[in-house]
């Protein structure tokens, strides 16, 4: 059974909500961790977890292994919510049923 159009343009609406709500959590969690990496020690401090070394710019700085994650993980959190996105605007622009 096929939703109504006004049930698909409900749901895409909270989704868009929810949507922007992760984008601001996501914004801000990446600014914190770009703070991080421009902070992050030339040399190597064990006692710190600074161990991984990280090209920045030119310059070898030395991360933890939650930095290291988060520069692996985060360009795909960012791709995947575009394309969440898409499919949203997707939703919501979808014709009516034809039954």
Known sequence: MS????RRRKI??????????MVGIATCVGLYFSNRLI?????????SGHIIPFNNHGKTVYITRLDDQMTTWGPLLGV????LGWWIQ???KSKGDAG
């Open 39 to 47: 902070q992050a020690p030339a040399i190597p401090d064990p006692v």
């Open 90 to 92: 997707k939703l919501k």
């Open 80 to 83: 995947a919510l575009c394309g």
């Open 12 to 21: 895409a609406t909270i989704l868009t909500i929810v949507l922007w709500a």
């Open 3 to 6: 939703m109504s159009l006004d």
